[in-house]
């Protein structure tokens, strides 16, 4: 069955760094986009980024410039680079899969994981 596994969440201070992994199993990972989403603490659902299977990737405006995602098809695994990070980025950070739509507001996807959650302190 599909599974995607998240890990890489934890604590740090403002401006610090961290890296999200997502490792996928169960479907035809190189076909799919494949997304970050995140929910914050009484805060809606966002879209942060995704990578289509063509590879190119779209961010929201709130992490352009210090998120990077990226995959490595050869391990199904989608990652999350997180720098300079700042205490509106606490949530949960979940990654998802979807054959269709893919653009960097999606929040909705066919398949996700249960999410690592990441703090920032000031």
């Known amino acids: 069955q599909v599974q995607l596994v998240e890990s890489g969440g934890g604590s740090v201070q403002a401006g610090g760094s961290l890296r999200l992994s997502c490792a996928a199993s169960?479907?035809?990972?190189?076909?799919?986009?494949m997304g970050w989403f995140r929910q914050g603490p009484g805060k809606k659902r966002e879209g942060v980024a995704v990578i289509d299977s063509d590879g190119s990737t779209s961010y929201a405006d709130s992490v352009k410039g210090r998120f990077t995602i990226s995959q490595d098809n050869a391990k199904n695994t989608l990652y999350l680079q997180m720098n300079s990070l700042k205490p509106e980025d606490t949530a949960m950070y979940y990654c998802g899969a979807d054959l269709y739509d893919c653009y960097a507001g999606k929040t909705v996807f066919e398949y996700w994981g249960q999410g690592t959650q990441v703090t920032v302190s000031s």
């Open positions: 169960g479907y035809d990972y190189s076909s799919y986009c």
